[in-house]
């Protein structure tokens, strides 16, 4: 089975004072295409620093990670965003959308940059994808007069615009009442079941009833690495 992230004796520690803080400490796993994968674990458990390592935000202290076809430490700033825009979708709790584009303009903007899909077919595809999400007739407005559960939706269109492999959220419910919820996270199954491997960190128990795998991490190590049990 194709691995779509290899993770390879990988620390990351950051400086303090005379001291350092090791976020994540010799970790070492593989996620299959198709995979629907949770990170878990208590705050300062290293489930962030872990997620922006497989996403090229940041770099390991050592080891290597290698992500959707490209060694991630070989590459340069530039040419990890290159890789990011056209391979990595990213979902945050905060939904990060720009408050001065439309809701259409935001899941646009990635393809802007990537240029996988044709300037005539943009707007287009942003139509579609906001309908996939349960959002089509918000396309014209401002992300401000949508509710949180309809602007994490539009977050997940953005991450989808340029059709990546891989999709990285990060507590993309903490900031969502549970109904709301929900409903995102069944949304993650749905596009998961469309093959699309994802990786989702959450402190919530309930992200087990819909991920094939729970990794869960303490002080930045893997305590378990188990398929989850469907309720």
């Given amino acids: 089975m194709e691995h779509v992230i290899q993770v390879r004796d990988v620390v990351k520690a950051y400086p ?3 001291d350092e803080v090791i976020a994540v400490d010799h970790l070492t796993f593989d996620i299959a295409q198709g995979e629907f994968v949770a990170i878990v674990g208590r705050s300062g458990s ?9 996403a090229g935000i940041d770099r390991p202290t050592s080891g290597t990670v290698r992500a959707a076809g ?7 700033e530039s040419g990890l965003a290159a890789w ?3 391979n990595v979708g990213l979902v945050f709790q905060f939904f990060q959308l720009l ?3 439309t809701v259409a303009e935001n899941v646009m903007l990635p393809m802007d940059f990537a240029k996988k899909i044709r300037p005539d077919l943009r707007r287009e595809r942003a139509q579609q994808l906001l309908e996939r999400v349960g959002i089509g007739e918000q396309a014209d407005k401002l992300p401000a007069t949508l509710s949180g559960g309809q ?14 492999p891989l999709l990285l959220a990060d ?3 903490g900031n969502l009442d549970s109904h709301t919820a929900d409903a995102v996270l069944r949304l993650f199954s749905d596009l998961n079941t469309e093959g699309r491997t994802i990786v989702v960190v959450s402190h919530e128990r309930d992200i087990r009833s819909v991920v094939s795998r729970e990794i869960t991490l303490v002080d930045g ?4 690495d188990e398929e989850a049990v469907t309720t």
């Fill in 221 to 224: 190590r893997v305590v378990t």
């Fill in 84 to 86: 990011r825009g056209r």
């Fill in 70 to 76: 490209a060694d991630l430490g070989s590459l340069s």
């Fill in 99 to 101: 408050p001065t584009l």
């Fill in 46 to 54: 290293g489930k962030t620093t872990l997620l922006n390592l497989l």
């Fill in 171 to 173: 507590e993309p419910t």
């Fill in 151 to 164: 602007q994490q939706r539009a977050a997940i269109a953005r991450a989808l615009s340029n059709d990546p």
């Fill in 16 to 18: 303090l004072g005379t």
